[in-house]
């Protein structure tokens, strides 16, 4: 990857093609007790892989980078591994999470709020 992604200021340390490879490395990380999250750039109403086109990122935050690097690239994902992920997948189950907290868990935010600002509550 020759240019970091960064958002809110997490890095993105991985980039892949589908979910599930972007999944396997989060709680890889995740069960290592490194904080990640999936930014993912895919248009999900499809379900298209377009590779490259449409990234899915793993990012953690800057202080975390090195660690995660150095934990995937000591045992990256196995070919094996991958597959069963692939092939494990039930693309008719039913959404673990209600699309909020989808939102919130892909984006790393605890609280994300969908509904349309008071006057109020606008910044002067």
Not at 66 to 80: K, N
Request: no cysteine.
């Amino acid at each position: 990857m020759s240019e970091r992604t960064t958002y809110e200021g997490w890095i993105s340390v991985f980039n892949f093609g589908t979910d599930f490879e972007a999944d396997l490395v989060r709680d890889r990380l995740d069960e290592s007790g490194i904080p990640a999250v999936v930014l993912t750039q895919r248009d999900h109403a499809f379900n298209l892989n377009v590779g490259d086109m449409s990234p899915v990122h793993v990012m953690v935050p800057p202080d975390h980078v090195a660690a995660a690097r150095d934990l995937i690239e000591s045992a990256p994902l196995t070919d094996a591994e991958l597959e069963e992920a692939a092939m494990s997948a039930d693309l008719y189950a039913e959404d673990a999470h209600d699309p909020r907290t989808e939102a919130a868990l892909d984006s790393g935010i605890e609280d994300i709020s969908l509904d349309v600002p008071d006057e109020d509550d606008e910044e002067e």
